[in-house]
């Protein structure tokens, strides 16, 4: 496998997972009241700005949790690149979780694999702090403020 070819080979393989998500986005927007919508075409409001102004806040919590999910997930590739490449030829699917692994169950380095589980968890707990700080002003709870 050419090294240039062998991530675009795990990204579109990553597009199996893309179902989940769309489940998700379907219930969300089966949960937007079909009362605001009507309201708003009533209002004058074309397909776009019922969209942008009622669809959109709506749903906005399945959005963000897509968001952070997304965001989990691309720090823990691991499977894809131990199954299809082992690394990758070059290194070019080295990933952090597949250096944790290698680290831990190939070299028996205990302590540095368990250091590096928890610098992922650190980071990722950080990266999620993040998402949901900048997140308050563009998510719309169906309670009010959260």
């Known amino acids: 496998m050419n090294p240039d ?7 579109i393989m990553s597009f199996w997972t893309a179902g989940s998500g769309m489940i998700l ?27 942008l102004h009622v669809t959109l806040p709506m ?5 963000l949790f897509q968001l952070i999910m997304g965001m989990i997930d691309s720090f823990q590739v691991f499977t894809q690149a131990f199954v299809m490449t082992q690394g990758g030829p070059n290194y070019s699917t080295w990933f952090y979780v597949y250096n ?5 169950f190939k070299e028996y380095r205990a302590g540095y694999s368990s250091a590096l589980a ?5 980071v990722v ?5 993040l998402v949901m700080k900048l997140s308050n002003r563009y998510v719309h709870y169906e309670g009010g403020k959260r």
């Open 118 to 122: 928890w610098v992922l968890l650190v």
């Open 100 to 104: 944790l692994y290698t680290s831990a």
């Open 5 to 11: 070819s062998a991530l675009y080979a795990l990204m």
């Open 25 to 51: 986005f379907l219930a969300g927007l089966q949960g937007v009241p079909a009362s605001l919508v009507e309201a708003a075409k009533l209002d004058g409001a074309g397909r776009f700005k019922v969209f």
């Open 125 to 129: 707990m950080l990266f999620t702090a």
């Open 59 to 63: 749903i906005s919590p399945v959005l």
